[in-house]
């Protein structure tokens, strides 16, 4: 039987909301949810493979080598995110926080290291910071984006590479030798080994730990001259060392490029790539002109600030784990990156964890959440755009994988198709390139069931800051039911869900979580419910089941 779709709003701060009947279409309801990032529900995408909004700008620099399969730009642009926000393609997943990959201008040229051509189609290969990659779209598309999402209450998080230019090719020339280094090969045996060095062969890596002084490249300061905002730039730096003080180094300089898209556009966070190839000076600053930079800009514009939160900084610190701590280790030193402006790291750990029992997996993620890392957070994801082992790889797992992904606590990152089975073994394709093809549109009919699946999860995520945000307790093994609590100040959010329940007829402990007479809402199915001597009785062809307070609670 197909899941009909139902989502009803959160109950927070002891306030009822209407309720709302049951709809066989997803009809996304407004919420009242304060948001925290704790328990964001994140969807992270390429922008080159996602949708393709606009096709007049999907060559430019004359990128018209053949490449490796999926090496290529294929046409996804910021006008095609747009469009799918409009529609309200993320609202229907609860998606409160959107990241999409960097959006700088690319390196014009190609790179071949032995798989075929390949052009910066990820975003990752900078050549300049201070400009939008055509082939995304212009300023004006982003701002677009930006203003579209946060008019839905999505937060925009930023991809940032502050570590390594792009690769040098004939139309890219490598940047000063004052600027990067371009040799030896990291080997990640040692936290020397792991910062002074580049990640790959061709990848120059940025002086960041340097603290001399540097002139700007010749080949930025012409490109600029011919793009016709040489003084602008120069203006622009001088306004920005003289009131930080900064000595002009390769961190400080490319700093201020990454924090003006904040200042300019209302950025709410960054994901930064590639943390531990970088001084941790570097995120320290990068944290501090980010803050005053999202301060300047909710200042010059207080109407269109969604909430009070200080801005996100989000870590891909590749391969740190949760049951690290806050600190990675290097083998010879540790660091504690969330001192040093993260809230959060992107945690690797959950793809291993994915088919241990529930109980275990949410216990085991709650202690360390609530104990070592308390006041922090962590990002889980399942699958990736560069993890070459993801969970669940031919896509046989989906509905397991969202109860997994979006239930366990902390913050969910949902990768572009995840929620559609998206194919992650593309034939002719090397390396990464086979997790990065285009989103699957065409076949969204076909998986309806495990989109709609996806979307209840997600709406009952965003909804309900507990779920990633609170304290887990389990109420019974068999069937297995668990309550997440919240309280903070005068904010308390509570709800109780069950997994792996029989279909049909099921009675559900409630504990000591709800009061008897106190009417529910298994937003899963639609139904409502009351509780008696401590439990609850549907009768739904699921077997998972979401509780909320319903509005005609008689508490």
């Known amino acids: 039987m197909k899941p009909s779709i139902f989502i009803c709003p959160a109950i927070l701060l002891l306030l009822l909301f209407n309720g709302c009947k049951e709809k066989e ?12 990032w704790e328990n964001a529900n994140m969807y992270f995408l390429l922008t080159d493979r996602f949708n393709n909004g606009d096709k007049t700008n999907d060559i430019n620099f004359n990128r018209t080598k053949e490449t490796a399969v999926l090496r290529g730009f294929k046409g996804g642009d910021f006008a095609g995110i747009t469009q799918k926000i409009n529609e309200g393609y993320f609202a229907k997943l609860g998606i409160n926080a959107l990241w999409f990959s960097p959006v700088v201008e690319q390196i014009h040229g190609a790179t071949n290291e032995g798989t075929g051509n390949t052009y910066g189609f990820h975003g990752y290969w900078t050549k300049d910071w201070t400009a939008i990659e055509p ?11 930006i203003e579209a999402a946060h008019a839905n209450n999505i937060r925009i998080v930023m991809d940032v590479v502050l570590n390594h230019t792009g690769p040098v090719t004939e139309q890219d020339p490598v940047w000063p030798e004052d600027w990067v280094r371009t040799s030896p090969a990291c080997t ?15 990848l120059p890596d940025i002086l960041t730990e340097s603290d001399a002084e540097v002139s700007l490249p010749n080949f930025l300061l012409e490109k600029w001259e011919k793009e016709g905002r040489l003084e602008e730039e120069l203006a622009s730096l001088d306004r920005y060392f003289s009131r930080t003080g900064y000595p002009k180094t390769p961190q400080a300089y490319i700093v201020k490029w990454l924090t003006d898209y904040v200042k300019d556009f209302g950025i709410d966070g960054f994901r930064v790539d590639t943390v531990k190839h970088a001084s941790e000076s570097a995120w320290d600053m990068l944290y501090e002109e980010a803050s005053w930079s999202f301060n300047q800009w909710k200042t010059t514009h207080p109407e269109k600030a969604l909430d009070s939160n200080p801005f996100y900084i989000m870590g891909e610190v590749y391969n740190y784990g949760i049951s690290g701590g806050r600190e990675y280790d290097f083998g010879d030193k540790k660091v504690d990156y969330y001192g040093h402006g993260f809230h959060s790291l992107i945690n690797f750990e959950l793809k291993y964890d994915a088919d241990r029992p529930y109980s275990e997996i949410f216990k085991k993620y709650d202690s360390l959440l609530q104990g070592p890392l308390k006041g922090k957070s962590v990002l889980n994801y399942l699958t990736s755009h560069d993890d070459g082992q993801p969970y669940d790889k031919l896509r ?12 366990t606590p902390g913050g969910s990152q949902i990768y572009y198709g995840d929620e559609t089975n998206r194919n992650l073994t593309i034939d002719g394709a090397e390396g990464d390139a086979t997790l990065r093809s285009f989103m699957n549109w065409e076949e969204i009919d076909t998986q309806r069931d495990l989109l ?12 309900h800051i507990t779920v990633g945000a609170g304290k887990h307790t389990d109420i019974s093994k068999t069937p297995y039911v668990f309550s997440r609590e919240y309280l903070k100040n005068t904010l308390e959010d509570k709800v109780i869900i069950g997994l792996d329940l029989p279909e049909g007829k099921k009675n559900i402990s409630v504990g000591s979580i709800f009061k008897n007479g106190q009417a529910l809402k298994d937003t899963y199915s639609g139904n409502t419910t009351e509780v008696i001597d401590g439990k609850v009785s549907l009768d739904t062809p699921y077997t998972l089941v979401l509780l909320e307070v319903h509005s005609q609670s008689k508490s």
């Open 188 to 202: 990640y045996d040692s936290y020397e080994n792991t910062t002074a060095c580049t990640l790959v062969k061709n």
């Open 396 to 407: 046989e797992k989906g509905y397991r994988a969202a109860n997994v992904l979006l239930l």
């Open 452 to 463: 709609r699946h996806w979307q209840k999860l997600g709406q009952f995520k965003e909804n």
């Open 25 to 36: 279409s997803l009809k996304v309801q407004s919420s009242n949810t304060p948001f925290v």
């Open 135 to 145: 082939n995304f779209g212009t300023e004006a598309a982003l701002r677009t984006l």
